[in-house]
């Protein structure tokens, strides 16, 4: 895609994420919250979603979850790495979330718990997720946000400064809340909302940290990233810095995961519109029952 600034190796992030597809099931407690949150969401809906995408399903925890609603109807799975789909039931597709194969206005929702984060084109993505929703279809993801593992983010990058006179980028960066509100508007979703929540884990030390993100298939696979791997005198430095830093009295390390939820809805007549400016038919000050104040007025004691 010209012009779009080639932040993650994705062919690498296929890659490991196809290693990694017999272990994912075993660290998948922040796709399991997810899940269980766009579960929650769906179900206050007072609509059906006749046909719905699950966009990169992990193990399919998303697709489940939502496929037991009432209101929800087919689910189709879609993830880049086919062995993440091999033996699952149910309609799924191989596709890459950059791009997408669906026919404009061809679904009633789509879905996506911790993928879009590995996008390049995230606004690209947007937009076509936009245009394959049908008028008045709903589009939910969540994404990792920007103090995911900022702990292992410093402690990598003091260790490796310290002992090396310079640190390479190791944790990828993820998106603040106000960036994918604004991002969902410039890809012309109606009513656009950004939220985020903040899931704190607990490991013995950091390279038990280490495992668990790459079972994940969530290693650093940033472009820029440097091509040697860290030697072990830095790895053990980083674990004693994180240590150092963020240890609780049971010596165990924390590692935060903030995730970072957006809703938008394909644009429709029936959605509520903000009033014109002046259309209002009564004042503020009569709506609070005070006395209004012009500019320059100042106010009487009582």
């Known amino acids: 895609m010209p012009g779009v600034p080639v932040i993650f190796d994705r062919a690498l992030l296929a890659q490991r994420r196809a290693r990694a597809a017999g272990a994912m099931a075993s660290a998948d407690f922040l796709l399991k919250e997810v899940a269980a949150d766009f579960a929650d969401r769906l179900a206050m809906i007072k609509r059906d979603f ?10 399919g925890l998303v697709a489940d979850a939502i496929g037991r ?34 026919a404009p206005e061809s679904l009633n929702l789509v879905v996506s718990g911790l993928t879009l984060q590995w996008v ?31 702990e292992l983010r410093q402690a990598l990058t003091a260790a490796e400064s310290e002992t090396r006179g310079g640190a390479s980028p190791r944790v990828s960066p993820f998106i603040e809340v106000r960036e994918l509100g604004a991002l969902l508007q410039r890809a ?6 950004a939220d985020t929540d903040r899931l704190t884990a607990r490991y013995a030390d950091m390279f038990e940290l280490m ?18 791997p860290l030697p072990r005198g830095v790895l053990l430095r980083a674990a004693e810095i994180y240590a150092e ?6 010596g165990r390390i924390p590692a935060t995961f903030e995730i970072v939820t957006a809703t938008g ?3 429709h007549d029936s959605q509520q519109k903000p009033l014109r400016p ?25």
């Not at 606004?123 to 593992?149: C, E, H, R, V």
């Not at 993100?213 to 091509?227: C, F, I, P, Q, Y």
């Not at 830093?245 to 049971?250: N, Q």
């Open 211 to 228: 495992g668990e993100l790459k079972a994940m298939g969530a290693t650093n696979v940033l472009s820029e990233r440097s091509r040697v």
């Open 278 to 302: 002046g259309s209002a038919r009564m004042r503020l000050a009569d709506a609070l029952g005070t006395r209004e104040i012009p500019a320059g007025e100042k106010a009487k004691p009582r």
């Open 120 to 150: 390049n084109d995230l606004p690209g993505t947007l937009a076509q997720i936009a245009a394959a929703l049908k008028p008045d279809g709903l589009f939910l993801a969540a994404l990792l946000g920007g103090d995911t593992l900022y």
């Open 69 to 102: 609603l009432a209101n929800v109807g087919m689910v189709i799975r879609t993830e880049r790495c086919e062995a993440l789909l091999a033996g699952r039931p149910g309609a799924k597709l191989v596709c890459d979330e950059e791009l997408l194969p669906f």
């Open 265 to 267: 809805w394909r644009p």
């Open 245 to 250: 830093r963020f240890a609780g009295t049971d």
């Open 50 to 59: 006749a046909r719905a995408v699950d966009l990169g399903g992990h193990t």
């Open 188 to 193: 012309g979703f109606a009513l656009p909302v």
